[in-house]
Every structure is written in structure tokens, then in C-alpha cells.
């Protein structure tokens, strides 16, 4: 699962530069109901991505509640550019804001990765159709 701590987004698209650079693109949805929780969010102009690891359904089930201390209640570090990395995660994106477009109810964010950080001994956690599931190979 990605991880914001407040938003889950609906979809993101990974775009390769010529000069190395590599930038996500996000569309965040219900601009009126994060509008200013997301400005918040994004006011230091960086942002990670925690992609959980199976082991983190508790994690996931607590950041889907409205539970107001869901960071303290959960083991992080906080990184150079002030965001908060969750512990034993399959990994994280560390990402600074490159250009942000509203369009009406939405807003699109482009980020542009500084930190990729993964755990090649964790087995990711996904949601889907409603439940917990794992990979069938697995």
C-alpha cells in the first residue's frame, strides 16, 4: 500500500528524465475536503511515500481510521527534509514537489524523487478487492 499520512491518492505515473532525474505525478482527489489538510501536507515543498510490508496490516488499519495520533502511534523516523519515514517498511520514496496544478476538485503533484530506500527481505502488503491479500507465488 502507499502511505501518505493523511491521503491515498489515485493514481501515480513514473516519468524517466533524459538528465537522470526521475519525477512521479500524483492526482490527489476531494481537493475540498484536504484543501487545507493537504496544503499542510505539502508546505515544506517535500513528501514521502511509505510502502508498507506485510507485516504492517495494523499500521494500515490505523491510518485508515480517523485516530488524530496515528504518527505517535507508530514507530518513524523523521528524515533531513523533515518527513516522516515508518519503520520496517518495504521501503520509501523521499520526493520533493516539482509543480502542483489544480484542475477543479483535484490537484496533480509532481514530484521529483531525492531518497529511494527499500528492505529486499520484507514482502509487500496490498489491498485489494476489499481485503488483505498476498502474492500468489508466495
Keep these: 500500500l ?13 516519468v524517466l528524465l533524459d538528465n537522470n532525474k526521475v519525477r512521479l505525478i500524483f492526482l490527489f482527489k ?8 493537504l496544503q499542510i501536507f505539502l508546505k515544506n515543498n517535500s513528501f514521502v511515500i511509505n510502502f508498507l ?16 495520533e496515528k504518527v505517535s ?8 527534509n523533515k ?3 515508518l519503520n520496517d517498511t518495504l521501503g520509501h520514496i523521499e520526493l520533493s514537489v516539482f509543480q502542483q496544478i489544480d484542475i477543479a476538485d483535484h490537484v496533480l503533484v509532481i514530484g521529483e ?6 528492505d529486499d527481505s520484507k514482502k ?14 508466495e
Design 30 to 37: 476531494n481537493l475540498y475536503f484536504f484543501g487545507k489538510a
Design 2 to 14: 502507499f502511505l501518505f499520512l493523511k491521503f491515498l491518492f489515485n493514481f501515480f505515473i513514473l
Design 83 to 85: 518527513n516522516i519515514i
Design 53 to 68: 510490508s506485510r507485516e504492517q496490516e495494523d499500521v494500515s488499519r490505523l491510518f485508515a481510521t480517523k485516530e488524530p
Design 113 to 118: 524523487v531525492q531518497n529511494l530506500e527499500t
Design 124 to 137: 509487500p502488503l496490498i489491498y485489494y478487492r476489499s481485503k488483505y491479500q498476498s502474492l500468489k507465488d
Design 73 to 80: 502511534k507508530t514507530q518513524h523516523s523523521i528524515s533531513e
